[in-house]
């Protein structure tokens, strides 16, 4: 993957919501693949860490818990352990497996905030949200239901069309209603903090399009697509009263935006594996800021946008820290640029490695649960009850 020399790799994988169990799709799509990554470059001897967690923050958790009558914190507990413990027992070897609802994370992301706010890499923005006088409360993402303006799917959310996959905004919904009182939100006034996106297309454009053209073609043409279209300020900052709170004078009852703080947690989970073994892993800032270190983030197809345009630029705009070398998504495993996704290919780089790990099967179990593009969620499911049988107790999730 690329062709710089690097020292030492960080690799990530998408942290899972805390509001259900792991979906099949992301384990052979996202977890799999990084997990067999992360345990190549171990049997190379590299230095690697490789990083995952719980996403404990927005709206879905908060709407569980009210609709179960527990608090939020009681759904994050609950699917956390259920989703560390499966993690666990099917084998996918983090060396940290944390939590954004954690001291440690909640520190980092609000610090980070703040350098962003003090250096002047945010803007501060009223705008028209809609707001639920039943409930007394703003409506962000999927607090709103209503029909999409592109599809007219009639159930689309306040932040997407899961029908078409338009990213919305509250306010572009047709007929909306809130999910909380079931009442139609009125217009009301309120301030948010965003970081201009605008201001960084043009360096994306520089660094994806130009430089990074080996990311994958899923990956590589939907960063096109965006950076096509002009890109527009995005609210780092919600009305809410369940996250991490605003740091910041005059901002009382607002969080900080799910997708700002979730990446973030990727660094604060590094940081906590470090300060638990500070003599084999070192300082967090080698994982993270140094230009020597490769950095690897594994997502799931609909995280895209965020990883390779959104968290990016906080980096950017941070500018302490290393960027993403690449950001594969499903579609192939890829090691050492071999694809192993045909027969020939697969034949090949079985013999070779077999020659290098004698009696690694088992890290090859992993391989061809991963080995193809994402097809129908009961077909992997088969496929994965045959090859791995450490998945005894996992929780699988159907789509459908
Ligand atoms: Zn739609």
Not at 91 to 108: A, C, L, N, P, Q
Not at 122 to 129: A, F, N, P, S
Not at 249 to 262: H, S, T
Not at 359 to 368: E, F, G, H
């Amino acid at each position: 993957m690329g062709e710089k020399k690097f020292k030492r790799t960080t690799v990530t994988a998408a942290l899972p919501y805390a509001n259900g169990g792991v979906h099949i799709g992301h384990l052979a799509g996202v977890y799999v693949p990084s997990d067999i990554y992360a345990r190549y470059l171990r049997l190379k001897k590299e230095e690697v860490v490789f990083i995952g967690g719980s996403d404990e923050h927005g709206v879905p958790i908060t709407l569980r818990a009210k609709k179960e009558g527990v608090t939020p914190q009681d759904v994050c507990d609950r699917y956390h352990k259920m989703i560390k413990d499966s993690f666990r027992e099917f084998g996918i070897s983090f060396d940290v497996y944390s939590r954004t609802t954690s001291e440690t994370h909640h520190k980092f992301a609000s610090d980070f905030f703040r350098k962003l706010y003090d250096d002047g890499k945010l803007i501060e923005q009223e705008t028209e949200q809609l707001y639920d006088e039943e409930a007394k409360q703003f409506l962000a993402d999927r607090y709103v239901v209503g029909e999409c303006p592109h599809c007219h799917n009639e159930h689309a959310y306040g932040d997407q069309c899961e029908k078409c996959g338009s990213d919305l905004s509250p306010m572009e919904l047709i007929n909306p209603q809130s999910t909380i009182s079931g009442s139609k939100p009125v217009v009301k006034t309120t301030k948010n903090w965003y970081l201009p996106l605008n201001n960084y297309q043009e360096w994306l454009k520089q660094w994806i399009l130009n430089e990074h053209k080996e990311w994958r073609p899923n990956v590589y043409g939907q960063c096109k697509s965006w950076l096509d279209m002009d890109l527009q300020p995005r609210a780092m900052t919600r009305d809410l009263n369940w996250g991490i709170p605003v740091p910041v004078e005059g901002a009382e009852g607002k969080v900080l935006y799910v997708w700002f703080d979730a990446p973030i947690g990727y660094i604060s989970n590094t940081k906590e594996l470090c300060d638990s073994n500070p003599e084999k892993f070192g300082s967090w800032q080698k994982w993270w800021q140094d230009p020597e270190t490769r950095l690897i983030h594994f997502i799931g197809k609909d995280n895209i946008v965020f990883h390779c345009l959104i968290f990016p630029s906080m980096l950017k705009a941070h500018g302490d820290y290393i960027l993403p070398d690449n950001v594969p998504s499903n579609e192939f495993l890829n090691l050492e640029n071999d694809k192993i996704s045909t027969s020939r290919n697969w034949a090949v780089w079985l013999h070779e490695y077999l020659v290098d790990f004698p009696n690694k099967q088992d890290v090859l179990r992993y391989v061809l649960t991963a080995n193809a593009p994402e097809t129908k969620d009961n077909n992997l499911l088969g496929r994965i009850s045959k090859s791995a049988t450490t998945a005894n107790s996992w929780q699988f999730m159907a789509t459908s």
